[in-house]
């Protein structure tokens, strides 16, 4: 397999953590995305929005990161990345759409304005709108997945892609100075999962190392 992906991309990221967690063997391409190289002709073959991450294991071509990560726990079953029950299954999969539509759009807005270490990577504009309403919805969403954690240390009982699935933005946040402590068993939840080896290796890989 080949991993295609880019510094201080946090979709990149929660995919490298998937495929360290399942123990899975590939090449990894880490893209200049500042100097446009993910908009080349070879790899736009791979991932025609041009985007990151994105996977090729032979000729299957798979971009979107939870795509990926399913694909992975799919060819890894020894990990147990998904569970083997199809109500397990749909549950893990209800998560990342809640991920993916509400709980990134909000963090991402907030850790662009916030994160020094986004900021000087990208250099954004100074003016920072929607923060406040980044804000709110982030009032909206993480009480759902405190909620959730009552009594469990994981998501879904045991460690899964919904769990892997929320570490890239909300580390980012937290790094911005993001206050967790509304959220007692959410800071508790995101350390345990920010001190796995694999999600080490993931953000010295793309955060940490030029």
Not at 48 to 54: D, E, L, S, Y
Not at 64 to 80: G, R
Not at 97 to 123: D, E, I, K, M, S
């Amino acid at each position: 397999m080949d991993f295609f992906c880019g510094r201080m991309s946090g979709n990149s990221a929660r995919s490298l953590f998937a495929l360290g967690e399942a123990g899975a063997k590939f090449d990894l391409h880490v893209l200049d995305t500042r100097n446009g190289e993910n908009r080349s002709p070879a790899y736009l073959a791979v991932n025609p929005m041009g985007k990151i991450p994105a996977l090729a294991d032979g000729a299957f071509k798979l971009w979107e990161s939870n795509a990926i990560n399913w694909y992975v726990a799919e060819k890894h079953p020894a990990a147990h990345l998904v569970p083997g029950s199809a109500e397990g299954r749909a549950s893990v999969q209800r998560w990342l759409y809640f991920q993916t539509g509400h709980v990134t759009p909000a963090c991402v807005t907030l850790f662009r304005a916030t994160n020094a270490r986004v900021r000087a990577f990208w250099n954004p504009p100074k003016e920072s709108p929607g923060l406040d309403g980044a804000r709110s919805e982030l009032a909206r969403f993480l009480p759902v997945v405190e909620s959730a954690l009552d009594g469990r240390e994981w998501l879904e009982g045991t460690f899964s892609l919904a769990d892997i699935a929320f570490v890239p933005h909300l580390a980012l946040i937290a790094e911005g100075g993001f206050d967790f402590s509304p959220y007692p068993r959410l800071h508790a939840w995101l350390t345990r999962l920010v001190a796995r080896p694999a999600w080490h290796q993931a953000w010295k890989l793309l955060f940490e190392e030029p």
